[in-house]
Structure formats: C-alpha cells, structure tokens
C-alpha cells in the first residue's frame, strides 16, 4: 500500500518555525515530484510549495516566498517543508503529495484525484 505520513505540525507564535515531514511508505518516492498543499477552515485547498524528483527544480506560493524552503532525501524516501516566520494565516492542515504523471491544469502537475497524499498535520500560528 503506498503511503504518505506527515509529521512536525503543532501550535506555534507569530514569527515562529516549525519542520514539516513527509515519509513515504510502501513505494520509492525518488521518482516523484513533491508537493505540499494547505487548507485552512472554509477555504480551499492551495499549493504551497513542490519539488522534481531529482530535488534540482522547486515551485513557491507568492504567499510563502523567501519564508518556506522545500527540500527532500530520496535516500530517507522522505520530504520537508521548513517554515520560518510564521504568520497567523499560515495556520491550516498541511498535506503532502507525490505523483509520478504530471496532470496539466493542476499545482505542480499534482492532481488532488491522483497521485498519493497522507492524513495532514495541523499547523496553528498563534499568539
């Protein structure tokens, strides 16, 4: 069964960071690209940040830009998401996502419908 575990969420203040994880189990993630999605109450979901599967290429949300740094070790099968400078607005789930087809029209080719995607982790920035 291929599964995605993230880990390293939790209640943080303004200005805070936390490290997201994302563990694949069941399959060799090396040949995916990486995708971090959130979804705060009552909105959608959004890409957040992604990176190829060699790790030579990322992709930034504006809003996280110069904050968030993806990164990923294929030998580990695990990824990353360092948060510094954290806002309020940053407090939502965070799902990771691998997919090994690139879907047009989609975040990073990564389709919600598609691909493998783990349980989330709740980030809450708060004062």
């Known amino acids: 069964q291929l599964q995605l575990v993230e880990s390293g969420g939790g209640l943080v203040q303004p200005g805070g960071s936390l490290r997201l994880s994302c563990v694949a189990s069941?399959?060799?993630?090396?040949?995916?690209?990486i995708g971090w999605f959130r979804q705060a109450p009552g909105k959608e979901r959004e890409g957040v940040s992604c990176?190829?599967?060699?790790?030579?290429?990322?992709n930034y949300a504006d809003s996280v830009k110069g904050r968030f740094t993806i990164s990923r070790d294929n030998a580990k099968d695990t990824a990353y998401l360092q948060m510094n400078s954290l806002r309020p607005e940053d407090t939502a789930v965070y799902y990771c996502?691998?997919?090994?087809?690139?879907?047009?029209?989609?975040?990073?080719?990564?389709?919600?419908?598609?691909?493998?995607w783990g349980q989330g982790t709740q980030v809450t920035v708060s004062s």
């Open positions: 990176i190829s599967s060699s790790g030579g290429s990322t």
């Open positions: 069941g399959f060799t993630l090396k040949y995916y690209t």
């Open positions: 996502a691998a997919t090994g087809t690139y879907y047009s029209g989609h975040y990073c080719g990564i389709s919600r419908d598609a691909g493998s």
